[in-house]
């Protein structure tokens, strides 16, 4: 007999005891943890409104209740300390870092209270200084504005639709008052304060300018006419306004331009943009009031302009060609449309400018006053580039037939904006990018390839052909003749080279070489490389300065960040199983914070350096979720219907036991695998809410589809039957209690599969289409009024053809057409003002259902549109698809509005009461 070492024996006895006994913890824990419920939503908190001071002592953030409490949170970067401020939003901090204000809200309770007695409070805000800590409470006032030294404040009172300026001494609280003000702004490094004047007569209307320091008031310029469009560009110190010129004999009203340079200096210069003044202004154009742009040295303002149309005079009134009789005869209410209109007349009604015409660009150069028109009859559109001697011009007229059904194509034009001349360089090409800040390259996309031009020689070169690399995009399953770039990533600053992208990488390519170095390593990996900007006001990149990249797993669904110079080597500095994003970085100093969460944690603030050691988690959202069940999500794997392999998210019942069985709810769109680490939080009024459907027991699956061109719903039904037969064979969802829910484009899916496939027990879809011809041929509101044949051919129906090209594809993938086959019970949710997807499109399944004796029902909720907006509703839909899916997956008793219908005057009854 072996002898026993009693001692060894003993500690293994006594590690088996701990184990057992954790394991006998962990159980008991997990049975003392509760699920969450309706009452328990409200509490759910999520963080917005994140930021740090730009001298990097402060950060800053708010957290909402869906309750509808507001609390905002100030931290002390260098002391660590947090203050809460309960009942504050809309915080911000001064540029100079000096202020911090918020407003003074009610709480959710009161704010609910507030809004149905539909009570008005006046507007509360609090100033604080960061540096003494000393507060100033401003009241009853509409907006504020601080001065660029942040030694004064403007507020604006409003009273009977006058403005009234107060002008406040920060420092010694001594105020100043200006009447009848209409906008204002402060000079972004300074103190001077420009102020429009409107009067009752227009007298008095002037532009004036305030010096607080010295109390003097100047008139920049004064007519009995309206100013507008007051702006005081930073870059260039250039003060714009607008002032507006009527013609009695035309429609609408064109503008003069003014700008000063240098305002508050010795060498102040001022300008003033008449169209009169120059004989190469366009005959019977006006110039248009918005997107005026201005270059970073302030001689170059860029503008629109657009027909300007005389009235008809009753007197002079001219028979019109389309008019059917004599002038006697009342005019009819009547359009004409013309099959070769290249945009409809409904998209014409709903332009911006209700017409086929579109504006052009214009610039005028300040100091030789002088104006060039951008683009004319032969130039369809201009990249505008500010800071940039030579732009883009795109033409696309001579490809109109292909571009009004998806497919456009565009000649280039290299257009100079001192001459006005125009050349055109390229034909045939389906986009470009911008030119070098030199003036002499740009990229274009054509043929599958990035190509590069040189503006001077006017040649061109491919750039991508002998990489060993993909930089198009050619798993994208829409069937476009050109598959999209993966990207450019912008220009150095010097012009001596560029970033472009493929599928992973990041790429350097070198101007005067054509040199082309991989400059991260994520094709090894499957890791997405991308470069992230840290600065919005300044588009081009320093290559001796460090770059950050974000990183996204294209498998694993990691993200995270690194940064490095280019040639210099990149390293990594975070990347977890979790949503790692919205990299900020303080104006002046090097700390940065990010945003990171999970679908089992909440979105926090992390507070960090440009090396990212040591991030700190600064806020704590929902940390009562401890005390609740919560499920897990992981990804599975499965064939798809083109015989690739795909991915899905695979939700956990909240309460989960191995080894019992669950029903499930298949939730269905295009790729939704990138939402694997999202925090869903549990909501009344979202009504496709995973965690809701968690909490009641379900496991929730977010399968990705590819779709095959021409058979989108054939697909679809294919890649989902995979998909759950690779989730039913793990073994914890019982196959016979699946569920299917979808909107929209997900709508149409869940209204087409049942009628192809029986593996699901019940389907929810809200506001899909199901009829793809009529839907094809129709007018879509939501889309500017134009038709959907692009939309269906290339965009997201991916038919690829005409109804009448192919007409057993279009019938093969209309759930109406296929409505003989249909066992599943399906809840069909529509609005009746439903701009996106026409809710006739519900009509017609629902006929067709009642036609074939088929279990249908069709929700209809009142003014909505393609999702629903009113609480109210959107309540009691989630409730619906719980009382749907409960009773056929989980076998629960079926409400009567399932079983029978109801007469109409009786659900008015219910719904009253």
């Known amino acids: 007999m072996q002898k026993t070492n009693s001692k060894k024996h003993t500690l293994i006895l006594l590690i088996l005891n701990l184990i057992l006994g954790l394991n006998s913890f962990d159980i008991k824990a997990q049975d003392s943890l509760k699920l969450v419920t309706p009452d328990d939503y409200e509490k759910w908190e999520s963080i917005n409104n994140y930021a740090l001071s730009n001298d990097g002592n402060w950060l800053k953030y708010q957290i909402n209740t869906q309750g509808g409490d507001q609390t905002t949170y100030l931290y002390n970067i260098k002391s660590g300390k947090l203050d809460t401020i309960i009942n504050a939003a809309k915080s911000s901090f001064s540029e100079k870092s000096i202020w911090f204000s918020y407003d003074i809200v009610p709480s959710g309770k009161e704010a609910k209270r507030i809004n149905k007695n539909k009570d008005k409070k006046p507007r509360k805000t609090v100033l604080l200084n960061l540096k003494s800590m000393d507060t100033i409470n401003l009241e009853d006032y509409s907006y504020f504005n601080i001065s660029g030294t942040e030694n004064f404040i403007a507020l604006v009172k409003e009273n009977n639709n006058t403005k009234t300026l107060i002008v406040k001494n920060l420092e010694t609280s001594s105020n100043l008052t200006f009447g009848n003000i209409t906008e204002f702004r402060w000079q972004p490094e300074g103190d001077l304060l420009a102020m429009l004047i409107k009067t009752e007569d227009n007298i008095g209307n002037t532009i004036q300018l305030y010096n607080p320091n010295t109390g003097t008031l100047k008139v ?90 005389k009235k008809v005079s009753e007197e002079n009134k001219e028979k019109d060609s389309t008019a059917t009789d004599t002038d006697k005869i009342e005019s009819p209410d009547l359009e004409i449309w013309n099959s070769r209109d290249v945009v409809i007349i409904p998209a014409q009604k709903r332009s911006r400018m209700k017409d086929i015409e579109t504006p052009k660009n214009a610039v005028w150069h300040l100091k030789e006053n002088k104006i060039v028109q ?226 089992v944690q909440s979105p926090n ?153 029986n593996i699901f027990a019940a389907s929810v879809a809200g506001a899909g289409l199901t009829d793809l011809i009529s839907m094809n041929l129709a007018i879509t509101p939501a889309f500017g009024g134009r038709p959907e044949n692009d939309h269906f051919e290339v965009g997201q129906e991916r038919m690829d053809t005409a109804p009448w090209v192919s007409p057993e594809n279009y019938i093969k993938n209309s759930s109406v057409m296929q409505i003989e086959k249909l066992n599943t019970p399906i809840l069909f949710e529509v609005g009746d003002n439903d701009l996106n997807v026409n809710w006739a499109q519900g009509i017609e399944y629902y006929n067709a259902a009642r036609r074939a ?14 999702g629903l907006r009113a609480d109210k509703n959107r309540i009691d839909y989630q409730q619906r698809i719980l009382k749907w899916f409960g009773h056929y997956l989980k076998g629960e008793v079926a409400e009567d509005w399932i079983t029978k219908g109801i007469p109409y005057a009786e659900q008015q009854r219910r719904l009253k009461n």
Do not use: C
């Not at 800071?387 to 059904?405: C, H, K, Q, R, S």
């Not at 069937?479 to 992973?504: H, M, T, V």
């Not at 600064?618 to 979720?625: E, G, H, L, R």
């Open 374 to 599: 951008l683009n004319d009859s032969l130039v369809d559109d201009v990249k505008i580039q500010q800071n940039n001697e030579v732009m883009i011009g795109l033409d696309g007229t001579p490809y109109d037939f292909e571009a009004m059904f998806g497919r456009p194509s565009y000649d280039a034009y290299v257009i100079n904006s001192l001459t006005g001349a125009k050349t055109k360089v390229l034909e045939n090409i389906f986009d470009t990018w911008d030119v070098s800040p030199n003036n002499t390259f740009f990229v274009y996309l054509k043929n599958n390839h990035l190509h590069l031009f040189d503006i001077n020689s006017k040649t061109t070169s491919n750039i991508t052909k002998n990489i060993d690399a993909t930089f198009i995009n050619f798993e994208d399953d829409h069937p476009l003749p050109q598959k999209r770039a993966f990207g450019f990533g912008g220009w150095s600053k010097d012009s001596k080279s560029f970033f472009i992208y493929s599928e992973f990488d990041v790429w350097q390519v070198f101007t005067k070489t054509g040199n082309i170095r991989k400059i991260t390593n994520g094709k090894d990996e499957n890791i997405v490389y991308r470069i992230v900007s840290l600065d919005r006001d300044e588009p081009l990149i320093d290559t001796d300065e460090l770059i950050y990249f974000s990183l996204f797993g294209k498998y694993s669904k990691q993200t995270g960040y690194a940064s490095g110079i280019p040639g210099k080597g990149i390293k990594r500095h975070i990347f977890e199983d979790a949503s790692i994003t919205r990299l900020m970085k303080a104006k002046n100093a090097n700390d940065m914070i990010f945003v990171k969460q999970s679908y």
């Open 220 to 309: 920049l310029d004064q007519k009995d006419v309206e100013y507008s469009g007051l702006n005081w560009f930073e870059k260039s110190n250039t003060l714009f306004v607008r002032r507006k010129v009527e013609n009695k004999d035309y429609e609408n009203n064109t503008f003069d331009l003014l700008a000063w340079n240098n305002i508050g200096k010795k060498n102040t210069s001022s300008f003033v943009f008449n169209q009169n003044d120059f004989e190469n202004f366009p005959i019977e154009t006006r110039i248009l009031p918005d997107r005026i742009s201005i270059s970073d040295d302030g001689n170059h303002i860029f503008f629109k302009t657009f027909s300007w149309n």
């Open 605 to 757: 603030v992390y507070l960090t350096n440009s090396t990212f050691s040591n991030p700190l988690q600064i806020s704590n959202t929902n940390p009562f979720q401890k005390n609740y069940n919560w499920g897990k999500a992981k990804l599975v794997s499965f064939t798809n219907a083109l015989g690739k392999e795909a991915q899905g998210i695979l939700y956990y019942p909240a309460d989960y036991k191995e080894g019992e069985k669950y029903p499930m709810i298949t939730y269905i769109y295009e790729k939704l695998t990138r939402g694997l680490n999202r925090y869903i939080m549990p909501s009344k009024t979202d009504y496709y809410n995973t965690t809701v459907w968690t909490q009641n027991g379900y496991f929730v699956l977010n399968p990705d589809i590819d779709f095959i061109a021409g058979n989108p719903g054939v697909s679809s039904t294919k890649t989902l039957e995979n998909a759950v037969s690779a989730v039913v064979d793990l073994g914890d969802v019982d196959p016979s209690k699946v569920g299917l829910i979808g909107h929209s484009w997900g709508g149409y899916q869940a209204g087409y599969v049942p009628t192809q496939t």
């Open 853 to 866: 004796n088929k279990p249908f029902i069709l929700l209809v909720y009142a003014k909505e549109g393609h």
